[in-house]
Structure formats: C-alpha cells, structure tokens
C-alpha cells in the first residue's frame, strides 16, 4: 500500500510536471524575441522629403524599436516592450500621437489608443482624452489595474488622476504644422482651397507596435490623435481591439494605421489573426488579403504590421509609404518610408 501510494504520487507528481511543462513557457536566452513599429501610412512623397527629414524619422523609428528591443532581450515583457517603443513616438512631435496628434474641427486634441496582450486576450484602451500625456500608458493602464477594457473621455481622464497621472493642458500636444493642416483642410472643406492645398501629402500617422518576448507571448499597442479635422467624439479604429489592435498568441499581433473608419468596419487586425488561425496563413499572405483585396477595392487606405508567434513579420501597406521599423529575431534592424518589402522572417 505505501509503495503503491508512493508509485500513484510519482505519477502524480509526473502527470503535473508534464502539464506544467507543457502550459508555462521555459523562458531561455535563446528564445527569440523581435519588435517591429509603424508611425503611420499615407501618401508621403519621397521627391518633397528632404534628407533631413528623412534622417529625422529613421532616427526616431530607430530609438524606438531600440527602446522596445531592449526590455525584450532584458527579459522582458512583449507587453512592456510595446509601452516602451510606442511611449517615445507619442513624445515624439513627428508622428500622430501625443505631442504632434492632429487637431479636430474645433482645434482640439482628441487621443486614441490600446493595448493587447496575446497570453490571455486582456486588452486596455481609451478613446477621446485630452489631457493625458501618454495616452498607451492609460491604456496598459485600464487593463492592468481596472475591470473594464475601454474607457473615454473625462471617466478616462478621472481614471488617470485616481491612479496618479498628473494632467497636462490639452496644447501641451500642438504644433505649428498640425495648426496648418486642419486650416488646409477647412479651406478645402470651404472650396477655398489653394494649390499647394490640394497637392498637399495626405498621411495617418498613427503610431505603433507588436513584439515576441522570451516566453513566446505577442503583445500589439496603437495610439493616435486620429484624423485631421475630426468631428469632436469620433472614435477611430486604434483603441477599438479587433479594428487597429488584435494580439492572441495562437496566430499573431497586429496594429494599424489608416482610414479608421474602413478599418472599423473590416475589422482589420482581427481578420488577418482569423485567417492565419483559421485559414493556415502566414503573416504575409494574410496581411495581403486584408489590406489588398478587401480594404482596397472599397476605398480602405492604411497599412498594418503583423508579427506571428516564431517571430515572422509583414509590414503591408496599400497607400505610398509608411514608416515602418523592425529588428527581427535574428536582431537585424530594418527601417523603411517608402515602397518596398522588409517582410522578415521568424
Ligand atoms: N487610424 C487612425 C484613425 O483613423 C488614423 C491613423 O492611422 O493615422 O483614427
């Protein structure tokens, strides 16, 4: 009897020691780890964009993917690797979130943005604030610490405060060339546009990121200031899961950037995820699918960044460029504005 106690606790003992080994990823060294970035899509004309510009952006792309890649192979979470990478270009002034969001209508910010995480399909976003100085922090924010996923407006904003983010005032977010946008864009509205109005680059600019840690877990994070010239309230497709971020680890992370409405309406980060699982897709084709063959023919523009669990990336877009960065599993870094393919392999 005790010998066969102790035969049926070694079993036990064995049966949950497989189990385990089997539910908790062994975290190594070795595991791979990649990140990859966008800072928004459109039309961005490579004969008007100066050297310096051009350097300005890489740069920016480059510190951020760095500041991601860094908490990976720290050991970090895919989670926090996201939050690092897409809280530097909300502080950034060149891209669409945080400081340089577009303006509404009423020359206001309005700040969008969520987070996922792949392990369990937790999610955190807010939609509409305006006095939050980084909005994904908010977002990762909701998820962590609330019961809820989504919150807007002053109960985002209250929430902020109940958990000690100091306000800032909503101009804390302006810059000139936004100010001049939404101005282009009411003359236009107006039939009073110029030239210059009419040819001017029409871009997204949306921010953000998707990311394999050391245990295998994806992560995918957006935060936008939306659309120039926004109806006050309107809610685009980066804090709405599903639309502009999907992370779930059996198929992939994806953000995006372009026509939120289209992107709402498609579900666009969620659909590429269902074809890979559902459909045996890889990153590629699945994004081609989405961007190429349903987005495009109704009038859908954007582009999207796509990272599959082996750490495979597709950095689709259907418009003239967006700024896109990745560092692969191997660690090799690619940045890209233009045309042009930097799919990388996991
Ligand atoms: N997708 C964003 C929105 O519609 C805009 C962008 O990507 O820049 O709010």
């Keep these: ?25 062994v975290w190594s060294d070795d595991a791979p780890v990649a990140i990859a970035i966008h800072g928004g899509a459109g039309t961005i004309d490579i004969r008007k964009m100066t050297d310096t510009e051009r350097s300005a952006y890489e740069d920016a792309l480059t510190a951020a993917l760095r500041a991601g890649h860094e908490r990976l192979r720290a050991g970090g979470t895919s989670l926090d ?32 943005a969520s987070i996922m995480s792949g392990a369990d399909l937790n999610a955190g976003a807010v939609a509409g604030v305006s006095t939050v100085e980084s909005p994904i922090r908010l977002a990762r924010a909701v998820m962590d610490q609330s019961e809820h996923v989504m919150l807007t407006g002053a109960g985002a904003e209250a929430f902020a405060r109940s958990i000690g983010m ?11 060339r936004r100010r001049e946008a939404l101005e282009r864009v009411k003359r236009e509205r107006n039939g009073q546009a110029t030239l210059t109005d009419l040819v001017a680059p029409h871009k997204w600019g949306t921010v953000g990121a998707v990311a394999l840690d050391r245990n295998g877990n994806l992560a995918a994070a957006t935060s936008t200031g939306g659309m120039t010239a926004k109806r006050w309230g309107r809610v685009g497709d980066s804090p709405v899961i599903g639309a502009g971020t999907y992370a779930d680890n059996r198929s992939c992370a994806v953000s995006a950037t372009g026509h939120g409405e289209y992107f709402i309406r498609y579900n666009v980060a969620a659909d590429i995820c269902a074809r890979m699982r559902y459909g045996n897709l890889d990153v590629r084709e699945a994004g081609r699918q989405v961007l190429f063959d349903e ?52």
């Design 166 to 176: 100091v306000p800032v005032t909503n101009d804390t977010f302006t810059i000139p």
């Design 1 to 25: 009897m005790r010998h066969s106690v102790s035969v049926t606790s070694l079993a036990l003992w064995l049966a949950v020691a497989f189990a385990w080994g089997w539910s908790t990823p």
């Design 81 to 112: 690797a996201v939050v690092a990478a897409v809280t530097l270009m909300e502080a950034s002034p060149l891209f669409n979130a945080g400081v340089g969001a577009v303006m509404t209508w009423d020359g206001r910010h309005e700040l969008d």
């Design 295 to 346: 987005l495009l023919p109704n009038g859908g523009t954007g582009g999207v960044i796509i990272m599959d669990p082996a750490g495979n990336i597709a950095m689709p877009f259907n418009t003239q460029g967006m700024y896109r960065g990745s560092i692969d599993v191997h660690g090799k870094l690619t940045i890209g504005i233009h045309g042009g393919s930097e799919d990388a392999a996991g």
